[in-house]
C-alpha cells in the first residue's frame, strides 16, 4: 500500500476498490448480461448435441403404388392417397415413421432396432415382418399381418395386442376385433401395378428379387449407384429388367434363371 501511504493515489480510489458497491444501475446490467450470458450457455449446450431430424414426406397420386426404400433396407408400397413420412437417417435405438392412409410394410429384421409406425389412432411397433396397414381416418384402422409378429397399441387408452401371421385387427368402438384369415396375397394388389421414384438400380433391383426369388440379378458396381424412375404393370421379370436397362442406356443379359446388367 505504499502508493496509498505516500499519497500517490487518492484516497477515495482506496475507498471504492476495498468496500464501496457498484451503483444499482450498473449492479442490475451487470447481472442481466451474467443471467443472459448462462442462459445462452445452457442453450448452445442443449441444442449442439442434438440434431435435428430432417424428414421426408412421400404421397401417391398415382394409381400404381409407390415403392419406396428407407434407409434400413425395409420396403413400403404406398397405396394411392396414402402419405409416408420417414427421416432421411433411422435413430441408433429404433426406426420410425408415420403414416395416412394404406401401405404394405415389409420391414428388415433388427431386434435391437425396432420399427415404429405412428398412425392417428394406433401405434404399431415390430422387430421384422411384413403387413398391410389402412388407416385412411382416425377411427378407421386396420392392420393384416403376412409374416411375423406385431404389437399395436390403440393411443385413446394404451390397450395393446399382439398380432401373428395370418391374423388381422379390425379397430372399432370396444377396442380391436381380430380375425383370421390367409393373408399371402396381400402384397398382389400392390405389385400388379407399381412404380420406383428416383430410387436406385440396386434397391429396384433388391425388391424385384424379393418378388422373385426363384431368380438372380447381377450389376456392376457403378451401374447401381444410378436413379431412375421406372413404372412396372404385370410385366415379368426378364420384362422388367429390359425396362431398366434401355432406362439407364444399359445391356442385360439372360442365362436360365440368372440376369446380369452391365
Known amino acids: 500500500d505504499r502508493l496509498y501511504s505516500e499519497n500517490l493515489i487518492p484516497d477515495d480510489s482506496r475507498q471504492l476498490k476495498r468496500g464501496s458497491k457498484l451503483p444499482p444501475a450498473l449492479f442490475w446490467s451487470a447481472a442481466t448480461i451474467i443471467i443472459l450470458a448462462g442462459i445462452a450457455i445452457m442453450y448452445l449446450k442443449n441444442s449442439g448435441g442434438e440434431k435435428r431430424e430432417t424428414l421426408i414426406s412421400q404421397t401417391n397420386n ?107 385387427a379390425i379397430l372399432s368402438d370396444s377396442g380391436f376385433d381380430i380375425k383370421y384369415k390367409n393373408c399371402d396375397s396381400l402384397l398382389f394388389k400392390y405389385t400388379s401395378n407399381f412404380k420406383f421414384k428416383d430410387e436406385s438400380l440396386k434397391n429396384i433391383i433388391n425388391v424385384i428379387k424379393r418378388l422373385h426369388p426363384e431368380i438372380t440379378i447381377e450389376t456392376s458396381g457403378e451401374a447401381e449407384s444410378r436413379k431412375l424412375t421406372v413404372a412396372f404393370a404385370n410385366n415379368e421379370p426378364e420384362e422388367m429388367i429390359s425396362l431398366i436397362s434401355q432406362a439407364l442406356s444399359l445391356n442385360s443379359y439372360r442365362n436360365g434363371n440368372k440376369f446380369i446388367i452391365k
Open 62 to 168: 398415382e394409381t400404381a403404388s409407390l415403392v419406396k426404400i428407407l434407409e434400413d433396407g425395409s420396403t413400403v408400397y404406398i397405396a394411392q392417397r396414402a402419405a409416408l413420412e420417414y427421416p432421411v437417417h433411422f435413430k441408433t435405438e429404433m426406426r420410425s415413421v408415420s403414416l395416412k392412409g394404406e401401405a404394405f410394410f415389409d420391414i428388415s429384421k433388427n431386434p435391437d432396432r425396432p420399427f415404429i409406425i405412428e398412425t392417428e389412432s394406433v401405434k404399431v411397433e415390430v422387430i421384422g415382418t411384413s403387413f398391410n396397414i389402412k388407416s385412411t381416418v382416425p377411427t378407421q384402422f386396420e392392420l393384416a399381418v403376412r409374416e411375423g409378429r406385431v404389437r399395436i397399441t390403440l393411443k385413446k387408452n394404451g390397450r395393446e395386442q399382439i398380432l401373428s401371421k395370418n391374423e388381422t
